[in-house]
């Protein structure tokens, strides 16, 4: 039998307002998998948090793009959101719970913690000067 | 359209949208300083009976908000949580440091 699967990238500016675009588009091609509601809502701050984090962290507020790959294999879901921004230093310390570097911006530091809590893995890939890849995987309808 | 930002003696209710993310919490907190400044503000009250969705920034907002407020015991308070938001704030840790009531609907008997 053939497997189910289906691809698509989404390149967008890193202007706040497309974070909504970002996590309604990730919502939307997911119910091809028939998700329940608290997985679609799980996802949701998920995309979330990682294309804030592009805005906020990757390029600073500067308007330049971001790239959301999603992709599924059977019931297995795949999102890697990508920025070609300043690259995070250390890894480990940025996804520590509570940990940022913009506290005065009342940014919480739970970004990460979020994106690991509701997804079922979560990769950073990071280059100083580079860019900043996250990819996230869930099993949906378990 | 009912008021988002509603003034009860010292108490702020803010009503808080469908959506709680990074742009519209940097709104409120914008908003939430401005009246701060014109008058004194004791508590403040988040009302979450409409919001659907929230990520990290929304708990950034009430802990931004908590700072501001001298950090005392029940300054924050946040009204009808849905199990998803409820999540989100004891993931935080923020449920040790604010008043939560859960939404009505889903309040234990």
């Given at each position: 039998m053939k497997e189910n699967t289906n691809e698509m990238l989404l390149v967008f500016d890193s202007l706040p307002a497309n974070e909504g675009l970002a996590r309604i588009t990730a919502a939307s091609f997911c119910t091809q998998l028939n998700p329940t509601l608290e997985e679609i809502a799980d996802l949701k701050t998920a995309v979330s948090e990682a294309v804030t984090n592009c805005i906020i962290h990757g390029y600073e507020n500067q308007i330049k793009k971001i790239e959301m790959k999603l992709y599924y294999r059977e019931q297995v879901l795949y999102v890697d959101i990508t920025d070609h921004g300043v690259g995070i230093m250390d890894v480990q310390k940025a996804m520590e719970p509570m940990y940022t570097t913009k506290p005065d911006k009342d940014r919480s530091g739970m970004g990460f913690t979020f994106m690991e809590a509701f997804m079922d893995e979560v990769e950073v890939e990071s280059e100083t000067g580079k860019g900043t890849t996250v990819h996230m995987k869930k099993t949906i309808g378990r | 359209m009912k008021e988002m930002f509603k003034l009860e003696g010292t108490t702020l209710v803010i009503l808080v949208p469908e959506e709680l993310d990074h742009p519209v919490s940097d709104w409120i907190r914008k908003?939430?300083?401005?009246?701060?400044?014109?008058?004194?503000?004791?508590?403040?009250?988040?009302?979450?009976?409409?919001?659907?969705?929230?990520?990290?920034?929304?708990v950034g907002l009430l802990m931004g908000r908590y700072r501001s407020l001298g950090m005392r015991k029940g300054c924050i308070q946040a009204t009808g949580v849905s199990s998803h938001i409820d999540r989100l704030l004891h993931l935080s840790g923020l449920h040790r440091y604010i008043e939560i009531h859960r939404a009505e609907e889903e309040e234990k008997p």
């Open positions: - | 908003e939430a300083e401005k009246l701060a400044g014109r008058t004194y503000i004791r508590t403040i009250v988040f009302d979450f009976s409409q919001t659907q969705f929230m990520d990290s920034s929304g």
